[in-house]
């Protein structure tokens, strides 16, 4: 069974930065393509990152490209988004999803969902 698990989120002011860690299991992901999303209240769930778990490719929204990097540690199945000069806007749930296949920014592509972590910035 795949789980996903994540971490770090928390309560940070205007310009700082958060790592945000997803621990996977349950399967091989060698081919597989982990991703971040998020969603604040009242809106859609939107694409944030996305690397594919061997190539290592990367994809990200472009609200965000500036300012979050992913990344991943093969050897300790986590996944990473490292989130800098935060800003209120990035208030949100942050998800960590896998899905078979190459990068994607559509949420209904992927598979397997962690149960969130809350990001908020404050002003």
């Known amino acids: 069974q795949v789980q996903l698990i994540e971490s770090g989120g928390g309560l940070v002011q205007a310009g700082d930065s958060l790592r945000l860690s997803c621990a996977a299991s349950g399967r091989a992901f060698s081919d597989h393509t982990m991703g971040w999303f998020r969603q604040a209240p009242g809106k859609e769930r939107e694409f944030v990152a996305a690397?594919?778990?061997?190539?290592?490719?990367?994809r990200y929204a472009d609200s965000v490209k500036d300012r979050f990097s992913i990344s991943r540690d093969i050897a300790k199945n986590t996944v990473y988004l490292q989130l800098n000069r935060l800003k209120p806007e990035d208030t949100a749930v942050y998800y960590c999803a896998a899905r078979q296949g190459y990068t994607s920014s559509y949420y209904t592509l992927y598979a397997y969902w962690g149960q969130g972590t809350q990001v908020t910035v404050s002003s």
């Open positions: 690397i594919h778990w061997s190539a290592g490719t990367t």
